[in-house]
């Protein structure tokens, strides 16, 4: 086989890969000691492309589930509500897209509206400086302003919600 031939079939192959296989590829490739240290730093420099890229995906993806994710919930809701038109398979594959997506809205420490993360950023503060001038009642208000964090609020109503599914766990 012919160098013209083995290049022809990388291409190929390399083509075919989605680009989380190809930084795998590339991983893994890095590592090979056949290789000169100029190729080895090329393919590093590429992984380190693919890898910024990956961030700047998830950034975007990030950004327009914050903006069109509460939307999204409340048209599956619609729809299993008024869905007798659904198969039970297509009711089932909304029920866990719902919660997919309710899973992660609630996967974010700030709120989306910039009020509420004022309120937020507000009631942490006076709480803060609150205890730090050895008010303790001031707690109260680090504790309502964790109120504002999705996260914080998903992790507890998993927790509640966990706890009277199964009152062993």
Request: glycine residues 4%; charged residues 30%; hydrophobic residues 40%.
């Amino acid at each position: 086989m012919t160098d013209d031939e083995i290049d022809d079939k990388l291409k190929e192959k390399l083509s075919s890969l989605s680009a989380r296989e190809l930084y795998d590829f590339l991983a893994d490739q890095s590592q090979n000691e056949s290789l000169t240290n100029k190729e080895k730093k090329t393919l590093l420099k590429i992984k380190a492309e693919l890898k910024q890229d990956f961030k700047k995906r998830d950034k975007e993806a990030n950004r327009i589930l914050k903006e069109e994710g509460p939307q999204m919930l409340k048209l599956i809701s619609e729809s299993l509500k008024d869905g007798n038109y659904l198969t039970t398979e297509e009711r089932q594959q909304l029920e866990i897209t719902s919660a997919k997506i309710a899973g992660k809205l609630t996967s974010f420490w700030l709120p989306s509206s910039l009020t509420s993360k004022v309120f937020m950023v507000l009631l942490l503060a006076i709480g803060v400086i609150g205890v730090l001038l050895y008010k303790p009642w001031f707690w109260m208000f680090i504790i309502l302003g964790c109120l504002f964090s999705p996260k914080i609020i998903g992790s507890v109503a998993a927790y509640i919600g966990a706890f009277y599914r199964d009152p062993k766990a």
